[in-house]
Nanobody, 125 residues
Framework: HVQLVESGGGSVQAGGSLRLTCEGS????????MAWFRQASGKEREGVAS????????YYADSVKGRFTISLDNAKIMAYLQMNSLKPEDTAMYYCAAKGATGGCSAAYAYDSGYWGQGTQVTVS
């Protein structure tokens, strides 16, 4: 059974940077895609970035392109989200998600039945 734990959230001023880490354990063989989602207060959850662990292909929401970078440590189940040029509208709870290959890695809905972490709060003022 895969478990995911996020870390690295915090409070930062606009224009600053944060790096989120998602550490996974268990069931390495079942993971093909990893992604970051976020949910701001009163809003629906949205996909931020995802990565195909096989090809390395990455996908980003338009709102974060050029500012956020998703990466992996393939030796472990670890995913990172480097967030630069942060804006107040980036304030949200950030969640890590992982899934198998079925359905591809880019579609947010494909993670609904995958594995999820508990989230880490990012606040930009």
């Amino acid at each position: 059974h895969v478990q995911l734990v996020e870390s690295g959230g915090g409070s930062v001023q606009a224009g600053g940077s944060l790096r989120l880490t998602c550490e996974g354990s268990g069931g390495f063989y079942s993971i093909w895609c990893m992604a970051w989602f976020r949910q701001a207060s009163g809003k629906e959850r949205e996909g931020v970035a995802s990565i195909d662990t096989g090809s390395g292909s990455t996908y980003y929401a338009d709102s974060v392109k050029g500012r956020f970078t998703i990466s992996l440590d393939n030796a472990k189940i670890m995913a990172y989200l480097q967030m630069n040029s942060l804006k107040p509208e980036d304030t949200a709870m950030y969640y890590c998600a992982a899934k198998g290959a079925t359905g591809g890695c880019s579609a947010a809905y494909a993670y609904d039945s995958g594995y999820w972490g508990q989230g880490t709060q990012v606040t930009v003022s």
